[in-house]
């Protein structure tokens, strides 16, 4: 029996449960599941990137298609292509970031949580 929470996830071959992602962040690219903790977990290896956090946005050609919003260390420099291409390298095809965003600091409500509503609504601006 389970309880519904709003994450994704799937058995392992042990029979664990692994949590992949919350349902209402999870990105449909053409026709594909991507999850946005995946690609974050790509960026997390450089050294350079305080915090990111993947959205999907609308794509005509996908329906959906992941960027990224990216807040790098203080003193870091790093080339958005470059960062993109890094990351694409690393990622199966349906999975590749579309562009890369800087930012300052990433949203987050009173709880400490990334707003990804809001990095949605500030790639439509």
């Known amino acids: 029996r389970f309880i519904r929470t709003g994450d994704v996830g799937r058995f392992d071959e042990d029979g664990f449960l ?3 992602d919350r349902r209402k962040d999870m990105i ?12 974050e977990a790509v960026l997390a290896e450089r050294s350079e990137i305080a915090e990111a956090a993947v959205v999907g ?3 005509a050609d996908w329906g959906e298609t992941p960027v990224a919003f990216v807040a ?6 790093l080339d958005a292509e470059v960062l993109r291409a890094w990351t694409n390298a690393r990622l199966g ?3 590749r970031l579309a562009a890369v965003r800087f930012v300052d600091a990433l949203p987050r409500s ?3 949580k990334v707003l990804k509503r809001e990095l949605r609504e500030a790639w439509a601006e």
């Open 18 to 20: 692994i949590l992949l």
């Open 28 to 39: 449909i690219s053409g026709g594909f599941n991507v999850y946005p903790s995946d690609i």
């Open 57 to 59: 946005v609308p794509s």
């Open 72 to 77: 790098l260390k203080d003193g870091a420099a």
């Open 93 to 95: 095809k349906t999975q």
């Open 110 to 112: 009173a709880i400490g």
